[in-house]
Nanobody, 125 residues
Framework: QLQLVESGGGLVQPGGSLRLSCAAS????????IGWFRQAPGKEREGVSC????????YYADSVKGRFTISRDSAKNTVYLQMNSLKPEDAAVYYC??????????????????WGKGTLVTVSS
């Protein structure tokens, strides 16, 4: 079964950190562009970060630049999103997606091949 599974979400205080994982089963993530998206209640899903299949290119939304880091562990077939200095406005359900694009395309409207079901991040004191 081909699927992506996110994990690592939870409750964290403002200023804290979380590391999200996006693990694949049934296919190898190395050949895919991986994107992280988030959706807060009442808002549209927005792109957060993206890593190209070659790992040469990474992209971050302005709102998370300098605080979030995307990385890939090929041995574990997993992509991570390290989130530091979390703010209340970072609270959302975070999704990862995989696609055979040639480069990062951080748009939810792009034809991503696979989506995970999401992991909830809550930032509150």
């Amino acid at each position: 079964q081909l699927q992506l599974v996110e994990s690592g979400g939870g409750l964290v205080q403002p200023g804290g950190s979380l590391r999200l994982s996006c693990a694949a089963s049934g296919f190898t993530l190395d050949y895919y562009v991986i994107g992280w998206f988030r959706q807060a209640p009442g808002k549209e899903r927005e792109g957060v970060s993206c890593i190209s299949s070659s790992d040469i290119n990474t992209y971050y939304a302005d709102s998370v630049k300098g605080r979030f880091t995307i990385s890939r562990d090929s041995a574990k077939n997993t992509v991570y999103l390290q989130m530091n200095s979390l703010k209340p406005e970072d609270a959302a359900v975070y999704y990862c997606a995989a696609a055979t694009f040639r480069t990062c395309v951080l748009s939810r409207r792009a034809p991503w091949n696979y989506w995970g079901k999401g992991t909830l991040v809550t930032v509150s004191s």
